[in-house]
């Protein structure tokens, strides 16, 4: 089954970068369709950002954040920049076997990782 594993969160003050990393298990050829949702508390699971034939984030973060993947490695990445209190959440890294592209929802993903805090202050 396969493993993914977020790593790069922290806590940051508001203004400051920074960059998710998301390695999966297998090839990531594997997976037409990878991305970030986040969860903050309280709130329900939210769409942030997904790469597949296309790119699409969601508003909240249109023009800070940059989604990539490198399927040499295996790996996404969520470049965040100018980071608000309102960015903090624990983000989830997610695939899918379909590209569902700009209606991919939460209860579609085949595989999620175990999440990463992301704290920005103020």
């Known amino acids: 089954q396969v493993q993914l594993t977020e790593s790069g969160g922290g806590s940051v003050q508001t203004g400051g970068s920074l960059r998710l990393s998301c390695a999966v298990s297998e090839s990531t050829f594997n997976f037409p369709l990878v991305g970030w949702f986040r969860q903050a508390p309280g709130k329900d699971r939210e769409f942030v950002a997904s790469?597949?034939?296309?790119?699409y984030y969601g508003d909240a973060v249109k023009g800070r954040f940059t989604i990539s993947r490198d399927d040499a490695r295996d790996t996404v990445y969520l470049q965040m920049n100018n980071l608000q209190p309102d960015d903090t959440a624990v983000y989830y890294c997610?695939?899918?076997?379909?590209?569902?592209?700009?209606?991919?929802?939460?209860?579609?993903?085949?595989?999620w990782g175990p999440g990463t805090q992301v704290t920005v202050s103020s």
């Open positions: 997610a695939a899918d076997t379909f590209d569902y592209g700009r209606t991919w929802m939460p209860a579609h993903a085949d595989a």
């Open positions: 790469i597949g034939s296309r790119k």
